[in-house]
């Protein structure tokens, strides 16, 4: 195997909307995405056209540039 026969392939929008509900339904209002996990530009854009807050910040302290979703 070569690095250059891999691909990212970004979470699907489905897959954090299905995140963020189990959250929700937790009682928590924000939810993280590792950093090694890829977020598309257009993802990005639905969730900030859906009514969330989306930054690069650090988790608990611990987990360092995640992209974190706040409602």
């Known amino acids: 195997m070569k690095a250059s026969e891999l691909r990212v392939k ?3 929008i489905k897959k954090i909307y299905e ?3 189990l ?3 937790r009682g928590e209002y924000k939810w ?14 639905q969730l ?3 009514g969330f807050k989306v ?3 650090d988790w608990d302290g611990y ?9």
């Open 10 to 12: 970004p979470i699907s």
């Open 19 to 21: 995140d963020i509900k």
């Open 23 to 25: 959250a929700n339904e």
């Open 32 to 45: 993280f995405i590792p950093h090694m996990i890829k977020v598309s530009n257009e993802t990005q854009s």
């Open 48 to 50: 900030i056209s859906d």
């Open 55 to 57: 930054y690069i910040g």
């Open 63 to 71: 987990l360092k540039n995640a992209f974190i979703i706040e409602w």
